[in-house]
């Protein structure tokens, strides 16, 4: 009776491992297949109260994506995360001015026209404004 306790663990576990280990081997190929993200930061600029780093950045996954630009607001220091969420972000590549006028209160300046696809009025109880 032992013998056969003892074949019917090593074929359970055998039942279980073995797919366990193909999901997990295609999973893993699939998943190098598809391309990472890289952040190219472009400015940083710390808040008064010395909270937050307003970030501005262009975000590359792969090579059809289209040229952008994009600001977030980060704890101070921290890098900035593949899927950062961004207040703002512009379907385009350029050049932004901004500055922090209180702790509370961010202004950035637009280039017009501009391929707006998302402009937050605020984040992280930060107001901002836009020119």
Same mark, same amino acid.
């Given at each position: ?18 797919? &366990?280990?193909?999901?997990? =081997? +295609? @999973?893993?190929? /699939? *998943?190098?297949? #598809? $391309? ?29 994506? &289209?040229?952008?630009?994009? =600001? +977030? @607001?980060?704890? /101070? *220091?921290?890098? #900035? $995360? ?50």
């Amino acid at each position: 009776m032992a013998a056969s306790n003892a074949f019917r663990f090593r074929s359970l576990v055998l039942l279980l491992t073995l797919p &366990a280990l193909l999901v997990g =081997a +295609a @999973l893993w190929i /699939l *998943g190098s297949l #598809v $391309p990472g993200c890289s952040v190219d930061e472009q400015a940083r600029l710390g808040s008064p109260d010395g909270r937050f780093d307003l970030v501005i950045f262009s975000r590359i996954c792969g090579p059809s994506t &289209a040229p952008n630009t994009q =600001a +977030a @607001l980060l704890p /101070l *220091g921290d890098g #900035v $995360p593949d899927d950062a969420a961004s207040f703002l972000i512009i379907g385009e590549k350029v050049t932004l001015s901004a500055r922090w006028n209180t702790p509370a209160s961010l202004q950035i300046a637009l280039p017009l026209p501009a391929d707006i696809r998302r402009q937050d009025a605020s984040v992280a109880g930060i107001a901002v404004t836009y020119d």
